[in-house]
């Protein structure tokens, strides 16, 4: 499976892994799955360690490639493709990073990892839930 994670569970995966159901960290683990990670995901974790909404142990751009040395990811690529559907997909909310996600997920064919209902309730995505 190629699978998209969403940055909080990237983030749980690095700080609380306990939070990852079985069935996700069991995903994670495989050789079988490729794991990708979004740009949007970096954004968003730069944004919460500056609002103080999220601490890590180290200067975060040393965090940053110690979780990506941990756990490798593939990067998935911000086109104007993914940009132009981040308007098209069918969420419920507005906010700008799930929207990049989930047009990921749905132009690169990525089944999205993530904990989070809305995103969940995606209609035109594959979700695997926490």
Known sequence: MRLLL????WVWSQLEPERLSGKVASAL????NELWLSPISIWELVLLVEKERLAVDHP???????A?????TREA?????????SRAVDLPQQDPADRFLAATAKVMDLTLVTADAQLAEASDISVLRN
């Open 6 to 9: 969403d940055t909080h569970i």
């Open 60 to 66: 975060l751009d040393a965090w940053i490639d110690k």
């Open 77 to 85: 690529p911000l086109t104007h493709q993914i940009a132009l559907a």
């Open 29 to 32: 683990g495989s050789a079988e």
């Open 68 to 72: 990506m040395e941990e756990m490798p």
